[in-house]
């Protein structure tokens, strides 16, 4: 059965400084990785995935994900922080043998202005 | 092209009484997933339905919940007989679906059930 996890509940960061939100899986095949974003009372957004291919992944608003094989991670990346991109991030994976998607805890990021 | 569309947005029932949340996926995708939201525990996968089939429900609890998405109309999340624990917010997504999909998963904007 696959799994995820989300080490940090929370994240804090200053605007305009680098941030990263961790994330490791578990599947047995192959895996699809993604990640969402929530802003307070709605659903979730779609940022962006990795299917195969380049280990580097550019998605929605300037965020970027890699994906290590070798240390199952697929961690959420971005230059440079928003305030704006204060918010609940997931992570989530589907095991390419099914199409049941399964989702992390959550990481709350906040931008410090 | 509408996205998911979830109803009731706010629902609130007392113990004992059933709750009954929609979801219409959007045009062209066959399949919904349902997930249950509780502050600090994150997204809990609950059922996984195509039109007229059940294809995962793992995460559904054994007693008083159902799902069903039928040929015509919406997928329904049912809850009987609902007790505090049941308040949450629960979302539903749609996806093309199929094997061969590796595309990403459609959010509705969620019912919240709070029960008194």
Not at chain 1, 54 to 67: H, I, R, W
Not at chain 1, 82 to 109: E, M, P, Q
Not at chain 2, 41 to 60: A, C, R, T, W
């Amino acid at each position: 059965a696959q799994s995820v996890a989300q080490p940090e509940d929370q994240v804090n960061v200053a605007e305009g400084n680098p941030l990263t939100v961790k994330c490791t899986y578990s599947v047995s095949g192959n895996p699809y990785l993604f990640w969402y974003v929530q802003y307070p009372n709605r659903g979730l957004q779609f940022l962006l995935k990795y299917i195969t291919g380049d280990n580097l992944v550019k998605g929605s608003y300037g965020f970027e994900a890699e994906f290590n094989k070798s240390q199952t991670s697929f961690h959420l990346k971005k230059p440079s922080a928003l305030v704006s991109d204060s918010a609940l991030y997931f992570c989530a994976v589907r095991d390419n043998r099914d199409d049941k998607i399964i989702f992390g805890k959550g990481t709350r990021l906040h931008i410090l202005p | 092209n509408a996205g998911v569309m979830q109803n009731p947005r706010h629902l609130v029932r007392r113990r004992g009484q059933e709750a009954r949340l929609r979801c219409s996926p959007m045009k062209g995708h066959s399949h919904v997933y349902w997930y249950r939201q509780l502050p600090e525990e994150g997204l809990k996968f609950m059922v996984y339905l195509q039109k007229e089939n059940i294809i995962d429900e793992s995460g559904m609890p054994k007693e008083r919940f159902s799902a069903e998405f039928p040929k015509e109309g919406p997928s329904i999340l049912r809850i009987q007989q609902v007790v505090r624990g049941d308040s949450a917010a629960y979302f539903c997504a749609s996806s093309i679906g199929g094997r061969g999909n590796t595309g990403e998963l459609f959010f509705g904007e969620g019912s919240r059930l709070t029960v008194l």
